[in-house]
């Protein structure tokens, strides 16, 4: 069964930084396309990054130069650190699989809160 | 960056009625645009890829149209199961990708 389960999420406060995980299991994270999309509170979705199977990544506007996209091969595990947070960073993040269509058309994770305050 | 911007925000609907989202982009994006739908608590879900096509699984009342700027997610007979938030979803500018801000659908 083709499973993400996210983690890492929780209340840091605005310049810090936090590390998100997500464990995939019944299929390799290295052989697909994997993105990260957040929904902050009362808005809607939001793409945030993605990483190749070659290991190249693309980052939003938003984001860029502050969230840094990496995988461990050996665990399965795709990582979004997150530096520098803002409260409009504040939000569900999902990780989810990008299909051959460039699509969402896979799997998704249940999603984990990070909450930005003071 | 492409915008996409999802009209009406709020879709007040009694079941059985037909729905008619929008979803219009900043510049043509050709037919490479997705619909979701997302349940309360729950990932989103893909119902319609490259305007037009129906993702596996999803029921025949869904369907997608358009080309260019202007695309249309139409429900035809809402289920009570329906009345959720939809959101559009281009790959025109691949690998960046970029989502509408969603309409929600609410049982009038």
């Known amino acids: 069964e083709v499973q993400l389960v996210e983690s890492g999420g929780g209340l840091i406060q605005p310049g810090g930084s936090l590390r998100l995980s997500c464990a995939a299991s019944?299929?390799?994270?290295?052989?697909?396309?994997m993105s990260w999309v957040r929904r902050a509170p009362g808005k809607g979705l939001e793409w945030v990054s993605i990483i190749y199977s070659g290991g190249n990544t693309y980052y939003a506007d938003s984001v860029k130069g502050r969230f840094t996209l990496s995988r461990d091969n050996s665990k399965n595990t795709l990582y979004l650190q997150m530096n520098s947070l803002r409260a409009e960073d504040t939000a569900v993040y999902y990780c989810?699989?990008?299909?051959?269509?460039?699509?969402?058309?896979?799997?998704w994770g249940q999603g984990t809160l990070v909450t930005v305050s003071s | 960056e492409v915008v996409l911007t999802q009209s009406p925000a709020t879709l007040s609907l009694s079941p059985g009625e037909r729905a008619t989202l929008s979803c219009r982009a900043s510049q043509s994006i050709s037919n490479y645009l997705a619909w979701y739908q997302q349940k309360p608590g729950q990932a989103p879900r893909l119902l319609i890829y490259?305007?037009?096509n129906r993702a596996t699984g999803i029921p025949a009342r869904f369907s997608g149209s358009g080309s260019g700027t202007d695309f249309t997610l139409t429900i035809s007979g809402l289920e009570p199961e329906d009345f959720v938030v939809y959101y559009c979803q281009q790959r025109s500018t691949w690998p960046l990708l970029t989502f509408g801000g969603g309409t929600k659908v609410e049982i009038k």
């Open positions: 989810a699989t990008v299909g051959r269509s460039r699509y969402f058309d896979g799997s």
């Open positions: 490259d305007a037009s």
């Open positions: 019944g299929f390799t994270v290295s052989n697909n396309y």
